[in-house]
């Protein structure tokens, strides 16, 4: 049973920017640890960012570092990766995640998931 609802995926230039949203239940937006992950053919899916439940702390992966932010609109219970400077190696189907840990140590550890949303980025 799908628990997290995302959109925003798309097609997009190199350089181009996108944002993807999720939205959570509220029993899970207003505890977990929220963030996303990525996977692209042939690669296992890799942690992408984060935001921490406890005190809404940042987490990224060194390769969107710079170019991505994770945020949250508490009102609305939606969880956001806006995407700048995108690259074709960014390309892959994005998976909204919530951990029910409050306090986040260098990444997510997801019991919940969205379905994908596919980003592809052209050269």
């Known amino acids: 049973q799908v628990q997290l609802v995302e959109s925003g995926g798309g097609l997009v230039q190199a350089g181009g920017s996108l944002r993807l949203s999720c939205v959570a239940p509220a029993r899970v937006f207003t505890t977990y640890s929220m963030g996303w992950f990525r996977q692209s053919p042939g690669k296992e899916r890799e942690f992408v960012a984060a935001?921490?439940?406890?005190?809404?702390?940042?987490y990224y992966t060194d390769s969107v570092k710079g170019r991505f932010t994770v945020s949250r609109e508490y009102a609305k219970r939606v969880v956001y990766l806006q995407m700048n400077l995108l690259k074709p190696e960014d390309t892959a189907v994005y998976y909204c995640?919530?951990?029910?840990?409050?306090?986040?140590?260098?990444?997510?550890?997801?019991?919940?998931w969205g379905q994908g949303t596919q980003v592809t980025v052209s050269s």
């Open positions: 935001i921490s439940a406890e005190d809404a702390s940042l």
């Open positions: 995640a919530a951990d029910p840990r409050r306090v986040v140590i260098r990444q997510i550890y997801p019991t919940e």
